[in-house]
């Protein structure tokens, strides 16, 4: 049998491998102990890493381009719908309308069912310049002989140079605690069907001086984290007992005192939603023929408000000397607790007011135009349904305990909108 | 190497990624504004701060819709689109702001607005701010950095 060369050459490096077996050894530890990349560094991976690089930095030159181009696009070709949008133009008129409808059911002498419109709130803002704008709330409603009557609720130009000095000037809602600040006409963006009692407007059977013809000053405070804001108010004041006549002093007042009016309040960063405050009003009526009365309204208030939760808290104190006759006390307060969920938001309001016998301006006002005078408290049960973002329907029970008239049972469905 | 290579070119995709996702706060390139905290970027957006420490009136803007847009109201206004609109029409009806923010409906008009008004403050997307703006840090973050909050989610 003949053998093949590679029989002879296996027989010789078969020779051979003891001689190197240390050297072949060697090379293996050394392979293992270096990097993975650097042992397998070769001449294709080094161009394709620079392929990489040259990729990426024309990614980066393209992507530069076109930011430069669609720059450019701007600044040339104004886009559609706001080709006019470049700069602000004044004035600057925004219109925002608020309405509601009622059926209520009760116990109400002479109002047992009905359907009832509510007040058609016109408001209109416009910016005048960058520190100066007006708003106007004008309300169409029907009284008690079901004609319409439009009355300017509020009208003010508003001055506001920088956060901590505004002044506004016109006809306002007097800063009393915190409804009164956060709802005027309308009731699409209050939570429950209608106002707290006594807080009312003053053709409502409310007893403060809810409205109010002069100039408010506001700002916020520097004060951190705390965040408080004042507010100065000086104006006509309520007259009372008026009659026919506007329980709002528009164009006079019937005396030579003015309503002067004091408010702090804080809206802490630490708590948002969170707001409390203090108030402090004083005012000299002449309410002919009831004697000259010092008026004096102190509140406060607690709330915390998110977009799904209200805790609203507030007290009012109202006091009244008459001349001649015994200081009149009367104090009122409300809690109201609302919850959303999803679109149904639930709500309960308890409210308390106890209004001085001894109140003569006040008495005679609520009694000229058929409002309950003395104890009267209650709770009243409701839920809100926004069935779309611009309008809610609101069921709502009430009662409430009137020491002096009859106790009042009822029932409430509102449709309420914006526009 | 080839593997390293496209586990590279992956890597760089991704941080682009990352900007592109970005929603970046401008405003006009005279603003001596250069960086704002979270807290006074939601006050600004708010209404509740009108003004720079220089006295120059803000202007809020934002977009009418869209994946930025969304961003912003879930981030800086906490608020759902209609619990913002409600917000300001309430803000407005108190007399608390003049106006509600200006809407525009791309970029580039917000871009523009910004670019050409002193006091505006708007937001884009990270990769569409030009240089006619002027990019605002939050936080001390700017888009691309790791703990930039401002993200569309895209």
Redesign the interface.
């Known amino acids: 049998m003949k053998h093949s060369n590679s029989s002879r050459q296996r027989r010789s490096y078969a020779t051979r491998i003891p001689l190197s077996a240390g050297a072949a050894a060697l090379t293996l530890a050394t392979g293992l102990a270096l990097p993975p990349a650097a042992t397998a560094q070769t001449a294709g991976q080094s161009d394709l890493q620079q392929l990489v690089e040259k990729l990426s930095k024309q990614v980066q030159e393209l992507q530069s381009e076109v930011k430069d181009l669609k720059s450019q696009s701007a600044a040339t070709a104004p886009t559609g719908g706001d080709t006019a949008a470049a700069h602000e133009h004044f004035p600057d008129l925004q219109f925002h309308g608020f309405m509601d409808v009622t059926y209520t059911d009760g116990n109400l002498v002479g109002n047992k069912n009905a359907f009832a419109l509510g007040e058609m709130d016109l408001f209109v803002t416009s910016r005048l310049t960058d520190d100066l704008s007006m708003m106007a709330e004008t309300v169409v409603a029907a009284g008690g002989d079901n004609e319409f009557t439009p009355e300017i609720e509020r009208v003010l130009l508003q001055y506001k140079p920088s956060d901590y000095f505004n002044i506004d000037v016109g006809r306002y809602h007097t800063s009393l605690g915190f409804y009164s600040t956060a709802y005027h006409h309308g009731t699409y963006l209050q939570t429950a069907t209608g106002r707290p009692g006594a807080i009312n407007f003053e053709d409502s059977g409310g007893i403060f001086p809810i409205h109010n013809t002069g100039i408010s000053i506001n700002g916020a405070i520097p004060s951190g984290k705390l965040g408080l804001h004042y507010i100065v108010e000086v104006g006509n004041g309520r007259p009372y007992n008026q009659g026919a006549n506007s329980p709002v002093l528009n164009v006079s007042d019937n005396n030579e005192y003015k309503a002067v009016n004091l408010g702090l309040s804080a809206r802490p960063e630490w708590a948002p939603g969170l707001q409390f405050g203090v108030s402090a009003y004083h005012d000299t009526l002449t309410p002919d023929p009831i004697p000259r009365t010092d008026q004096q309204l102190y509140t406060a208030h607690v709330v915390y408000q998110t977009p799904d939760f209200e805790f609203l808290n507030e007290v009012f104190l109202l006091r009244d000397h008459t001349r001649g006759t015994r200081d009149a006390t009367t104090p009122f307060a409300y809690t109201q607790l609302s919850k959303r969920f999803d679109k149904i938001r639930p709500y309960v309001r308890f409210q308390y007011l106890n209004v001085s016998k001894n109140d003569q301006p006040v008495n005679t006002d609520l009694i000229n135009d058929g409002f309950p005078t003395g104890l009267q408290y209650g709770p009243s049960f409701g839920v809100r349904y926004d069935f779309t973002t611009l309008a809610c329907v609101k069921l709502q029970y009430d009662y409430f305990v009137e020491k002096v008239m009859r106790d009042v049972s009822q029932v409430t469905l509102q449709l309420s909108y914006t526009f | 190497?080839?593997l390293?290579?496209a586990l590279?070119?992956l890597a760089?995709s991704g941080a682009?990624a990352a900007d592109d996702d970005a929603v970046a706060i401008i405003v006009n390139k005279g603003s001596s504004t250069s960086g704002l905290s979270e807290?006074d970027l939601r006050k600004i957006f708010k209404g509740e701060?009108?003004?720079t420490p220089e006295?120059q009136?803000y202007?809020v803007v934002m977009l009418e819709s869209g994946a930025e847009r969304d961003s912003i109201l879930k981030t800086v206004y906490k608020?759902?689109g209609?619990?913002y609109?409600?917000?300001f029409?309430?803000a407005?009806?108190?007399?608390k702001v003049?106006?509600a923010p200006?809407q525009?409906?791309?970029a580039?008009?917000v871009?523009?607005?910004v670019?050409?008004?002193p006091g505006a403050i708007g937001y884009v997307r990270a990769?569409?701010?030009?240089?006619?703006v002027k990019q605002v840090s939050i936080d001390g973050q700017n888009p691309g950095d790791p703990s930039y909050k401002l993200k569309s989610g895209k």
């Open positions: 190497m080839a390293v290579g590279t070119l760089a682009w807290d701060v009108s003004r006295g009136k202007i608020m759902s209609a619990d609109d409600k917000y029409l309430q407005t009806f108190t007399g003049q106006s200006k525009f409906s791309s580039g008009a871009l523009k607005f670019a050409q008004n990769g569409d701010v030009d240089r006619f």
